[in-house]
């Protein structure tokens, strides 16, 4: 690599000025590997021959079927609904002239009267009360 003027390294730069592509293969998965050519154990392959008779059956989509609509696969369901019909836009609208002006609420949203326990309240901290002093007498009386 390139040593500038105050001994830093610099990087490449190819003759258009931009950054040369790294240089040998660092940690992780190598060049040109894919899926498709992974290395592989006969044991796994194996595996997913199995995987893929056993989810092609009749029998499996039937099971499935049958928990989806007692209401028993709601993951499946959350799962396959998004991949087949997209997922839904989710939008906030609101109605309503307005003043013009918007009010923005940072971090979580507590309710100052409700008590500790209660929907929107917390755990508040009550300073603790102090004891008003005895009350003196005017100056000038007697």
């Not at 899926?35 to 592989?40: F, I």
Request: proline share 13%; charged share 25%.
């Amino acid at each position: 690599m390139p040593v500038s003027g105050n001994g830093r390294k610099r990087p490449k730069r190819g003759a258009d000025g931009r950054f040369e592509k790294g240089g040998g293969p660092g940690p992780g998965r190598p060049p040109g590997l894919t899926d498709a050519n992974a290395p592989t154990d006969a044991a796994v392959l194996d595996f997913i021959a199995r995987a893929k008779v056993f989810f092609s059956t009749e029998r499996y989509w039937t099971g499935v079927e049958t928990r989806i609509m007692a209401g028993q696969a709601a993951h499946v369901e959350s799962y396959l609904l998004p991949r087949i019909f997209g997922k839904p836009k989710e939008v906030l609208a609101f109605e309503g002239g307005g003043l013009g002006f918007n009010i923005v609420l940072m971090g979580p949203v507590r309710d100052p009267l409700a008590e500790p326990g209660e929907e929107g309240g917390g755990p508040r901290r009550v300073p603790p009360q102090k004891a008003l002093p005895p009350a003196r007498k005017p100056r000038g009386t007697g």
